[in-house]
Structure formats: C-alpha cells, structure tokens
C-alpha cells in the first residue's frame, strides 16, 4: 500500500475550523483515501473516505486535491471532543482492503 | 454505524498461561476481520487477517504459532495469545470487515473497543 505523510501533532481552539494534512504522492488511481481517528483508550472509527471529490459528511469534510497527491480532512467546529489521533489511509478495493495505519496526527484541542 | 463487540475489555494473567479474546460483528456478516496490536504511545500494527473457514494470513514477523486465531463463524473471530510473557502487554483491537460491499468495491470495515491485556 501507498505510504502517507501526516504531521505528528497539531493543535487548536474549540469551536474552531481544523485542517489536517495528508501527503499520499505515490498514490495509485485505484486507491481510496480513508480517515480513521482513535479516540485515547479506543478502537479507531471511521471518519471519512473518497476517491477524487471532496466529500462531506456529517463529522468532517475531505478535499482531495487535484492531483491526488495530497489531501486535507477539515473539521468544521472543533470541540474537545474531537481531540484525538487520526490516521490517513489509501485502500484499493481489491484484495483483503487491509488498513495499514501510519503515526497519524495527534490533536489536541484548547478550551 | 455497524458495532463490534470484543471480550474481555481488560484481562490480567500470569506469566505462561494463554488468553482468549473475542471479536463479534453484532449486527451485520463479516467474512473477513483484521486482528491489531497496540503498545502505548504507538501506532496500530496489523498482525494478522481472519477469514471466515480458513487459516488466518499473519503479517510479516508475528509467530503465528503464539498468536492463535480462529474465525470459526461469520460473526466471530478468536484471537488466544499462547504462554503469555509480560512483552505480549498491549492493546489489541480488531476490526470487521462488512460483508455487503458499497459503492466502489469498498467493504466498510468496523473496530472493536480493543482490550487491554496485561501480563505479570
């Protein structure tokens, strides 16, 4: 699997917009680009995925960029909530679709 | 979302003796779940796949021998960790991956709440 580049930590203030980077410049055209996030003493959860539209969902918005080589998982209004590790993951859809997790981004966000 | 359930969430053991640890998808087929471990301020490292009615396929460097796994139904998934040792101490999580695929030929795939094993 296509490796990904995620800064070690980042930080924020509640209520706030989060953009958290992704490098993924040996990306194949097959692969999907997939957050994870794990909350401290949890399993991971799904965030969000997309191949090469943005995508929004209730939790986060994704924008790929053009060239795919790179991507930015955007939370709209922080909350403490949302202070955890995520992960950016490419995924092929053939084969056993395993998720290889990376170092992720530690967030930490300030009241 | 889907929910996956595992069992025990925390177990302590001796040192030598074998411990089991169960996976199940509880509402929905899983024909394939992924077994992780974790050690504290770490990344997940994948150590093997479940698949239902066949042998597991262990990742590169995890004895497969130490790590039994068994994927004996379509909701179920055992991972039992044989002769314990206080290295084997972590966090192990796993994942189920839904049967009924989505568009594009992604299987969404859904983590337990890991358990946390410790061995004196």
């Known amino acids: 699997d296509a490796k990904t580049t995620q800064p070690n930590s980042m930080e924020s203030n509640e209520e706030e917009p989060v953009h958290l980077p992704c490098n993924h410049s040996t990306i194949s055209g097959t692969d999907y680009i997939h957050w994870y996030r794990q909350l401290p003493s949890q399993g991971p959860e799904y965030v969000i995925h997309?191949?090469?539209s943005n995508v929004n969902n209730r939790m986060a918005s994704l924008a790929i960029a053009e060239d795919r080589k790179s991507s930015t998982l955007i939370l709209h209004r922080a909350t403490l909530r949302d202070a955890a590790v995520y992960y950016c993951i490419l995924i092929g859809v053939q084969g056993a679709q395993k998720l290889v997790f990376g170092q992720g981004t530690r967030l930490t966000i300030n009241p | 979302g889907a929910v996956v359930s595992q069992h025990p969430s925390r177990v302590i053991c001796k040192s030598g003796t074998s411990v089991k640890i169960e996976c199940r998808s509880l509402?929905?087929?899983?024909?394939?779940m992924f077994w992780y471990r974790q050690f504290p301020k770490q990344s997940l490292m994948l150590m093997a796949t479940s698949n239902e009615g066949s042998k597991a396929t262990y990742e590169q460097g995890v004895e497969k021998d130490k790590f039994l796994i068994n994927h004996a139904s379509l909701t179920l998934s055992t991972l039992t960790v044989t002769s314990a040792h206080p290295e084997d101490s972590s966090f192990y999580i796993c994942?189920?991956?839904?049967?009924?695929?989505?568009?594009?030929?992604?299987?969404?795939?859904?983590f337990g709440p890991g358990t946390r094993l410790t061995v004196l």
């Open positions: 994942s189920a991956r839904d049967r009924g695929g989505l568009a594009g030929g992604w299987n969404e795939q859904f």
């Open positions: 997309g191949l090469t």
């Open positions: 509402d929905f087929q899983a024909t394939t």
